[in-house]
């Protein structure tokens, strides 16, 4: 069965400071990644997804980067916090070609608070 | 652009009522819903997804219906239980081309015993 990663749980970072969050996906092949934040009172936000090795989309412009580096390996990263990153990032998988009929699976979440 | 909204943002219930969760979507030009559950502070556990062809889709307790006309879907909770106490989102798909979920922003809800 197919299961997802997502490290670490909870983070507390000063603004200026470096990020990297990551997730990993096992049990499948080539999965379309997704990076989602979650901020206070606010819907769920797409930030990046990867439909292969090395191909990242972003939806939103920002102080965040992702990264492929494998196939089943997602991370976000920032070079320098800003008080406006702290939320809720969550990493999630889907398989196929087609995002419109995909299934998206949700790993825990990391808690992301810049002080 | 898809707009997606859930009524009511929090929702406060005894213990074994029946309840009906709602959501409404701008573009009816769906490929399916989908129903997440969210506990305090944890990931998102996904629920039910509704093809587009389909009205109904059932998993124990709980059963979502979708009315593409309208651009509307409720999901349904059969004598609710204090576990059921979460966050309840709906996700619609993007059109063709896009990989964007849109997201309501979620009925909280409280089971009391």
């Known amino acids: 069965s197919q299961t997802i990663h997502q490290w670490p749980a909870t983070l507390v970072q000063p603004v200026g400071s470096p990020l990297s969050l990551e997730c990993t996906v096992e049990?499948?092949?080539?999965?379309?990644l997704y990076w989602y934040r979650q901020a206070a009172g606010r819907g769920l936000q797409l930030l990046f997804y990867?439909?292969?090795?090395?191909?990242i989309s972003s939806e939103v412009p920002q102080n965040l980067s992702a990264s492929r580096p494998q196939d089943r390996q997602f991370i976000l990263s920032s070079k320098k916090l800003l008080l406006s990153d702290s939320g809720f990032y969550l990493c999630?998988?889907?398989?196929?070609?087609?995002?419109?009929?995909?299934?998206?699976?949700f790993g825990a979440g990391t808690r992301l608070s810049v002080l | 652009k898809q707009e997606v909204t859930q009524i009511p943002a929090a929702l406060s219930v005894p213990e074994g009522e029946n309840l009906v969760l709602n959501c409404s979507f701008t573009?009816?030009?769906?490929?399916?819903l989908q129903w997440f559950r969210q506990d305090p502070g944890k990931g998102l556990t996904s629920l039910l997804l509704?093809?587009?062809?389909?009205r109904e889709q059932t998993s124990g307790r709980l059963n979502a219906s979708l009315d593409k006309s309208s651009g509307r879907s409720t999901l349904y909770i059969a004598a609710s239980q204090p576990g059921d106490s979460a966050t309840y989102l709906c996700?619609?798909?993007?059109?063709?081309?896009?990989?964007?979920?849109?997201f309501g922003k979620g009925t909280k809800l409280s089971v009391i015993p």
């Open positions: 999630a998988w889907s398989v196929g070609r087609s995002g419109a009929k995909n299934i998206q699976y």
């Open positions: 049990g499948t092949s080539n999965p379309n």
């Open positions: 990867s439909v292969g090795i090395g191909q």
């Open positions: 573009d009816s030009a769906i490929y399916n």
């Open positions: 509704i093809q587009s062809s389909q």
């Open positions: 996700a619609v798909p993007p059109g063709a081309g896009s990989y964007q979920l849109t």
